[in-house]
C-alpha cells in the first residue's frame, strides 16, 4: 500500500489517526461513535495526503479471532496512501505503567510512516497515552481528540492515575487538545492551543431515515424512545417515571445493554421495552417514529463532558426530546424543540410538554441537519490540527 490520494488540496498534509481502545474492525460495528466517524472521514478527505489509522494493541488471540467465524470484523478499506498500523502483542491489557509499550508503539509506527513516505505527519490521537507519552518529534503537530472524560469513567478507574499522569505529559510537551466539550478541554488544562468542537451528524442518514423496525407497529403510542448505550449514566428512575405517567403507551428503550443489573427495575413494567441494538438504518426509523425522544441521564462529572449525539441525532430527525439539564445539552437545545429538566424536576411533565410541542417542520429540521453536519465538525478538526504552529514545517 503505498501512493497519494489523487484528490487533495494545496493544504493537506500527511496524518496519523490513532483509536482509543478499539481496532478498526470493532469501531466499524460499534454504531460509529465520534472517533470512528472521524477516522471514516479521513479516508476521503482532501485535507488529508496519506494516512495511517493506527489501533491500540491487540494479542494475538484477539486479532486471530478478530478474523474468523462470528467474531469476524470489517476490514481496513484497501486504498493508495491509506493504511492501517495493527500492532500485535502476548498481553491482553496495557500495564499499569504503559510508558514502554508506548516506546515499542511509536517505533513501529514510525516505520509504519516511512514506509508510506510520510513527511512530517500530523499525529491526531484519540488515545491520551499516544499523545502523553510518545516521544513524536519526528512528526508533525500532534493533537490530543478527546471525546469522553476518563477520568469521570468509572470502569476505567483503575487507569485514572495513568491519565493524569498522561495530561500532563500533554501540558508539559504543549499538545494540542480538541475536545468535544468544555468539560473536556478543561479536564486536560492544556498549555498549547485548544479547540471545543462537538458532536454532529451524517446528512445521508437524517435526510431520508430509514424503515422503522416492524416490532415497532404493535406497540401502543404514544411512543417515548431513547436511543444509545444502556449503562449507569441512564437514570432508570426516570425512564420509570415518564412509563408511569403514560401507562397506555409505551416507553423503547434500545441500545447495548452494558448494565443490566441497573435497568431490572424497569422489567416488571409492561409498557417498558427493552430491545438490544438496532442497525444505523432500522436506528433512524424508530427515531424518526417516536413521539417524543429521551434523554434521561444521571447529572454527574461524565454525563457533565458528553457532547449530546444523542440531541443531534434526535433533532435531525426533528422529534421533540425531554432531557436532563446537564450544560452540554442546554447549550445545544438553544432555540430547538427540547424541554430540559433539572435534577430535582419531574421528568414525566418535562415529556408531556415535549409530546405537547409535536414534531418540528420540515424546514426546521433540514436547518438543523445542515447546521450540525459531521464534515462541517471535521472541518474545524483538521484546521486546528493540521495548522502549522512554532517550529513546524510541513515539506
Request: charged share 25%; net charge neutral; glycine share 8%.
Amino acid at each position: 500500500m503505498g501512493g497519494e490520494p489523487t484528490q487533495t488540496d494545496p493544504s493537506a498534509r500527511d496524518v496519523i489517526f490513532a483509536f482509543f481502545g478499539v481496532s478498526w474492525g470493532a469501531a466499524m460495528s460499534r454504531g460509529m461513535f465520534t472517533e470512528d466517524r472521524f477516522a471514516t472521514a479521513l479516508l476521503t478527505h482532501r485535507r488529508v495526503r496519506r494516512l495511517i489509522v493506527s489501533e491500540p494493541y491487540r494479542s494475538y488471540a484477539g486479532r486471530i479471532r478478530s478474523r474468523v467465524g462470528p467474531w469476524r470484523e470489517a476490514r481496513f478499506p484497501t486504498a493508495p496512501g491509506r493504511a492501517l498500523y495493527a500492532p500485535v502483542r502476548l498481553a491482553r491489557s496495557d500495564p499499569l505503567d504503559p510508558r514502554p509499550a508506548v516506546v515499542d508503539y511509536v517505533a513501529g509506527l514510525r516505520r509504519k510512516a516511512d514506509a508510506l513516505g510520510m513527511r512530517r505527519p500530523a499525529v491526531i490521537s484519540s488515545h491520551p497515552f499516544l499523545a502523553g507519552f510518545g516521544e513524536l518529534g519526528w512528526a508533525g503537530p500532534v493533537t490530543y481528540y478527546g471525546w469522553d472524560d476518563w477520568l469521570a469513567s468509572e470502569p476505567h478507574r483503575t487507569w485514572w492515575p495513568v491519565y493524569e499522569d498522561a495530561f500532563a505529559g500533554m501540558r508539559a510537551r504543549g499538545v494540542r487538545v480538541c475536545g468535544v466539550t468544555p468539560a473536556i478541554v478543561d479536564r486536560v488544562a492544556p498549555t498549547g492551543p485548544s479547540l471545543v468542537v462537538p458532536n454532529g451528524v451524517e446528512p445521508d442518514e437524517w435526510e431520508s431515515p430509514g424503515a422503522p423496525p416492524t416490532w415497532l407497529s404493535v406497540l401502543p403510542r404514544p411512543h417515548f424512545v431513547y436511543a444509545g448505550s444502556l449503562d449507569s449514566r441512564v437514570d432508570v428512575g426516570r425512564i420509570a417515571a415518564v412509563a408511569d405517567a403514560f401507562p397506555d403507551g409505551t416507553v423503547i428503550v434500545v441500545g447495548p445493554m452494558l448494565d443490566p443489573d441497573h435497568f431490572d427495575q424497569l422489567g416488571a413494567r409492561a409498557n417498558v421495552t427493552i430491545r438490544p441494538p438496532e442497525g444505523r438504518g432500522p436506528i433512524t426509523g424508530l427515531i424518526s417514529a417516536a413521539d417524543v425522544c429521551l434523554i434521561p441521564h444521571v447529572d454527574n462529572s461524565m454525563t457533565r463532558a458528553m457532547s449530546p449525539l444523542k440531541l443531534y441525532e434526535y433533532l435531525s430527525a426533528g422529534r421533540p426530546v425531554a432531557a436532563t439539564a446537564l450544560p452540554p445539552i442546554a447549550a445545544a437545545a438553544a432555540g430547538a424543540r427540547v424541554v430540559l429538566a433539572d435534577a430535582d424536576d419531574d421528568f414525566a411533565l418535562a415529556a408531556r410538554r415535549a409530546l405537547e410541542l409535536g414534531p418540528a417542520s420540515e424546514a426546521e429540521r433540514r436547518r438543523f441537519i445542515e447546521r450540525n453536519s459531521w464534515a462541517g465538525r471535521f472541518d474545524d478538526v483538521l484546521d486546528f490540527a493540521l495548522a502549522p504552529g512554532a517550529g513546524d514545517t510541513d515539506d
